[in-house]
Every structure is written in C-alpha cells, then in structure tokens.
C-alpha cells in the first residue's frame, strides 16, 4: 500500500504532504529539494515505513501543494512552512532527511529549534560552495536587484514548457539524472508531471520559484545557524556532483556533531544512484 495524501495550510496556502502509516512510531519528515516532489522518496519510505512514521511534504511550488500567490519564493518562507507542519502535526522531536534545498531548509530549522530535531541527514544540503558565494556578494547589491527584477519579469512572461507525450517527459526527466534506472525514471516522471487539458504534459513546478532573492541573511549567520544544531548531523555528497564537499572546503567546522559520507558513482541526486549504499548509511546513523 501507498501513502495517504494530507493537507496542512501554511501562510494561507495548502500545502500537501503524504503520510505513510504507523503513527505510533517516532516521526522521521523527509524533505525534497528543488524542483521536485514529495514521491522522490518513495524508496526510502517504503525500507523505513515500518520502523517509523513517515512524512514527506511537497514544499510550496511543487508537486501537489499551492504556489505562492505573489510569486516570491524564499528561504525562510520554506522554513517556516516546516516549522509549521512540524507545529501542527506534533511531530518534534523529529528525524529529518533531505535532500539539497530541502537540507537547507531542514539545517535552518534545526538550527532554530535545536530541541525539536533528534538526527538529521542533509543530502548536498548546504546549497552554493564558499567561491561562489564570494563571487555572488562581489556583485553589487544594485546589480543582484535589478538582476531579479529581470528575471522575475521573465518567469511572469514564461509558459510551462509541454511535452507532446509522458515519454518525451520521461526522457527529459532521464537526461537530467544519467544515473537513473527506467524504473527510478518512470515513477519519478509519474508523480513528477500533470496533464493538460489538450493532452500533453508539464511538470508541476512553478516557475517562479526559480527565481531567488538577491539576497539572504549573510555567511556568517548562516554558519552560526549550523553551530546552533545539537543533534548528531550527517552531510552526504556525490563524487561526481556539482556541489562543494563541506569536510573539503572548510565548512565542516562550523557544525558541533556532524560527519559527511561520500560517494563513488553517484551526483546530486545520490540517495537514487547509490540507493543501497545510502540506505545502509542511513539505518546505521539512524
């Protein structure tokens, strides 16, 4: 059997999420990143539904639950949609697992409410690399925000691209990760796409949330946030992904009670190119 899908409503928007049983057991939230949905992490659901009370949201703009009505998409609008649902579902304290902005979104939050989090893992979850972050605040704040005026000008004058048939979808969806398997591809494009009304299909997504703000609390808070988390905290990163390894470049030092794992073979997407590699990993730290 599947999960059942639920509602909450957060900042005057319902936002979807699917629960997968055995609520007696210790809640474990598993949150996706951008981009992508709730079902991501079916695969890791169904290993750990028995052990736990499983929730997976679909953050704001994606998947099943509403977009923001004027369009912003922030940080701490993400936040607080999972302090919210962690609120009112009475689930702290919580064992999170997430994956890229979902990690960003969930290292915050534990690093706010220290209490309410037992473990967590952030997989690639601590979003742009030292360098690039230099180079970002080297723009001058002007040009970052006439840079989002544009773009946001952009996304309101954007259409969502439509494919003529779910196999055009579905081979997108395989080009954008190499490492997929058809099955993996195949449910992933399912729960990934609508239908439109004249037969061809879109991703759920909005658009807009693309488009981030041109600027966001600095560094250094940002690192004293991660200082703030007490629960013992795995990073987990792919050897073959874009993004910055944290034992590497330094970051690592800024959290009390954190290890990261690497992985051989695997992207930004590791928990569904090394499946059972991260799933052993994540019994254990669990």
């Not at 659901?45 to 922030?74: C, F, K």
Request: a negative charge.
């Amino acid at each position: 059997m599947g999960p059942t899908s639920n509602s909450y409503i957060s900042q005057r928007i319902k936002l979807h999420y699917v629960d997968w049983g055995n609520p007696e057991a210790p809640p474990l939230l598993l949150i996706h990143g951008g981009r992508d949905h709730c079902r991501n992490w079916d695969w890791i659901a169904e290993e750990l539904r028995h052990d736990w009370h499983v929730i997976a949201p679909d953050l704001r703009g994606h998947g099943d639950s509403g977009w923001s009505t004027d369009g912003n998409y922030n940080i701490q609008g993400y936040v607080y949609d999972i302090a919210q649902l962690i609120h009112q579902k009475e689930l702290d304290p919580v064992t999170i697992v997430s994956h890229s902005m979902g990690g960003n979104i969930a290292l915050r939050y534990a690093g706010l409410y220290p209490q309410n989090v037992k473990k967590l893992v952030a997989i690639e979850g601590l979003g742009s690399s030292p360098k690039m972050i230099k180079e970002a605040q080297a723009v001058p704040i002007s040009d970052r925000w006439r840079d989002w005026i544009d773009k946001k000008r952009d996304a309101s004058a954007r259409t969502h691209r439509r494919y003529e048939t779910f196999e055009d979808a579905l081979a997108r969806m395989k080009t954008e990760n190499g490492h997929l398997s058809d099955e993996q591809a195949l449910h992933l494009t399912t729960h990934a796409v609508n239908q439109n009304e004249d037969g061809t299909f879109s991703w759920k997504f909005d658009h807009y949330m693309r488009v981030w703000a041109p600027f966001d609390i600095s560094p250094d808070e940002t690192q004293k946030l991660w200082g703030e988390i007490t629960c013992p905290t795995m990073l987990c990163y792919g050897n073959d992904s874009w993004a910055s390894n944290p034992a590497e470049d330094g970051r690592l030092k800024y959290f009390e009670n954190a290890i990261v794992k690497n992985y051989d073979n695997a992207g930004h997407w590791l928990h569904h190119d090394q499946f059972d590699k991260f799933l052993a990993d994540l019994r254990e730290f669990l």
